[in-house]
């Protein structure tokens, strides 16, 4: 754990998602859950030992679901976007077994871990920005569509701090499977237009600065760019395969399975084909 400023905490070496912590007067704010059971588990022990009150609340910054199936380790009540507290409603009593499959696909030893645990709620929701002070310490929830509807920013005012989710990542590809593309795109904008931002928790991989913005940028425009040829010349779906490597090499990451990673930007390939022919044939996508 990395005190990154003072009473903010950030883990990055839990596999898979960044989570951080905002220590308050009145007890712990956790952001996000580590992937893994074990990793959950050993979370909420070092946050409880931060404050005798313990984890207050747990803020989800989307609802990919190695963020959200290990919420309950918390024991917090959660705080997201209401597409995000949409989706975990839509749930029911247990998260899918696909979220399970590609979690222990990315890691076999750790996903043994992983069980058809209860969906947990969140108990406040919001649609495009909430606030809330803690003793001193302002919290700015801010909606960033793009990587899902649900997407969030977690902004402290006093520090510059903004942790992001997978709006930025540094050291893994973005997901773009159940993204709105051009969204992402102009909320990227967005955030290179915020002069108070002077430190970026990405949702995956190392904290950065500005920069780190202009590469996850530059990734999502090739892949439309590549996919809008790809389409215009009239050649099918089944043939984006060819574009895996090139995305592969600008995040290469050793500690990730090659064929999960595949598997990964296939998703991303295929969701972009179909967006962008719905966008071509004037169909909205639902």
Same mark, same amino acid.
């Given at each position: 754990?990395?005190?990154?400023?003072?009473?903010?905490?950030?883990?990055?070496?839990?596999?898979?998602?960044?989570?951080?912590?905002?220590?308050?007067?009145?007890?712990?704010?956790?952001?996000?859950?580590?992937?893994?059971?074990?990793?959950?588990?050993?979370?909420?022990?070092?946050?409880?030992?931060?404050?005798?009150?313990?984890?207050?609340?747990?803020?989800?910054?989307?609802?990919?679901?190695?963020?959200?199936?290990?919420?309950?380790?918390?024991?917090?009540?959660?705080?997201?976007?209401?597409?995000?507290?949409?989706?975990?409603?839509?749930?029911?009593?247990?998260?899918?077994?696909?979220?399970?499959?590609?979690?222990?696909?990315?890691?076999?030893?750790?996903?043994?871990?992983?069980?058809?645990?209860?969906?947990?709620?969140?108990?406040?929701?919001?649609?495009?920005?909430?606030?809330?002070?803690?003793?001193?310490?302002?919290?700015?929830?801010?909606?960033?569509?793009?990587?899902?509807?649900?997407?969030?920013?977690?902004?402290?005012?006093?520090?510059?701090?903004?942790?992001?989710?997978?709006?930025?990542?540094?050291?893994?590809?973005?997901?773009?499977?159940?993204?709105?593309?051009?969204?992402?795109?102009?909320?990227?904008?967005?955030?290179?237009?915020?002069?108070?931002?002077? %430190?970026?928790?990405?949702?995956?991989?190392?904290?950065?600065?500005?920069?780190?913005?202009?590469?996850?940028?530059?990734?999502?425009?090739?892949?439309?760019?590549?996919?809008?040829?790809?389409?215009?010349?009239?050649?099918?779906?089944?043939?984006?395969?060819?574009?895996?490597?090139?995305?592969?090499?600008?995040?290469?990451?050793?500690?990730?399975?090659?064929?999960?990673?595949?598997? %990964?930007?296939?998703?991303?390939?295929?969701?972009?084909?179909?967006?962008?022919?719905?966008?071509?044939?004037?169909?909205?996508?639902?």
């Amino acid at each position: 754990m990395e005190q990154i400023a003072n009473n903010i905490y950030v883990e990055t070496n839990y596999e898979g998602v960044n989570v951080g912590a905002i220590v308050t007067p009145k007890g712990v704010i956790a952001i996000d859950a580590p992937s893994y059971t074990r990793q959950a588990r050993d979370w909420a022990m070092r946050l409880n030992a931060l404050h005798p009150k313990g984890i207050q609340y747990t803020i989800l910054t989307d609802y990919h679901g190695d963020r959200i199936l290990n919420t309950r380790w918390l024991n917090a009540p959660v705080i997201a976007h209401q597409a995000t507290a949409e989706k975990l409603q839509s749930y029911d009593r247990r998260y899918p077994a696909a979220l399970l499959e590609s979690l222990t696909a990315r890691n076999l030893e750790r996903g043994r871990e992983l069980s058809h645990s209860p969906v947990q709620k969140t108990a406040v929701s919001f649609d495009r920005q909430i606030s809330f002070f803690k003793g001193d310490c302002e919290i700015q929830l801010l909606a960033a569509p793009g990587p899902t509807p649900g997407s969030i920013w977690v902004f402290l005012s006093q520090t510059g701090i903004l942790f992001c989710g997978d709006a930025v990542t540094t050291d893994f590809p973005p997901c773009l499977a159940e993204a709105d593309t051009a969204q992402w795109l102009d909320t990227l904008d967005r955030l290179r237009q915020k002069p108070d931002v002077s %430190q970026i928790v990405p949702g995956r991989g190392a904290l950065g600065q500005m920069d780190v913005v202009d590469q996850v940028y530059h990734y999502i425009e090739l892949m439309r760019s590549r996919i809008e040829t790809h389409i215009a010349e009239e050649r099918p779906l089944a043939d984006t395969a060819v574009y895996i490597s090139e995305f592969i090499s600008l995040y290469p990451n050793p500690y990730l399975p090659l064929e999960w990673l595949r598997s %990964q930007i296939q998703q991303s390939l295929n969701h972009v084909y179909n967006e962008l022919k719905s966008e071509k044939d004037g169909i909205v996508l639902v």
